[in-house]
């Protein structure tokens, strides 16, 4: 008879993904859904590069973007900014026992050449004494042209494939990253890069 190993075996993977030129319209048209549910937007907010913002970089002559779950060395030609996580997520009042659940979230929104940037407030669990509701709080990015959707939604961090909280958002691991660029091309296309790295638990049965 199979003996089944009770133990859990995690397996971080860290992969970049290049998408091709000619998937980006069938990108914008699957995920054209999502500008469907974003609600008017916030001028954009700049906190410090404590390790707990968003680090957004822009070269708006060349419609290039850049974002991380974490600071990054400005590169030449690139205007750096700071996102504060903690200004995308709101509070509600304390209850009669002390606690305090978040209520809702707020977007950001910046222009990037002919981009338009939306950063908008993530978290797992509304009840910080719920599952993962101690954990940070993170930010889901949306990039469009116009009115037209080009990528996302992106949850920036680092993901757990096979947890639903991870998925309320984005779809773990393939809409988590903890590294996004995207750079306009020839003939209007847009070359993407992310970066993405997430852990797998599984049982195996000897």
Known sequence: MAYRNPRSVMYPHRLALRMPRGCLGLLACVLARVSLATPADAPIAEGEADGSGIAFHC????????????????????????????????????????????????ALTSECGALT????????????QGELGAAEDYAVVTIRQQDRVLLGPIAL?????????????AKCPE????????????????????????????????
């Open 117 to 128: 940037v939306v950063i908008r407030g993530a978290f797992y669990n509304a009840n910080p």
């Open 157 to 169: 961090g680092t993901c757990s494939k096979g947890t639903p909280r991870y998925d309320t958002h």
């Open 59 to 106: 070269a708006p002559e060349r419609s290039s973007v850049i974002l991380a779950d974490q600071p990054q060395h400005p590169r030449r030609g690139y205007e750096a900014r700071v996102v504060d996580l903690g200004s995308l997520v709101v509070y509600g009042k304390a209850d009669s026992r002390g606690e305090v659940l978040r209520v809702g979230t707020k």
């Open 175 to 206: 809409e988590w990253a903890t590294h996004v660029e995207m750079h306009a091309g020839q003939n209007g296309a847009y070359s993407v890069q992310l970066q993405h790295d997430y852990h797998e638990w599984m049982t195996v049965t000897p």
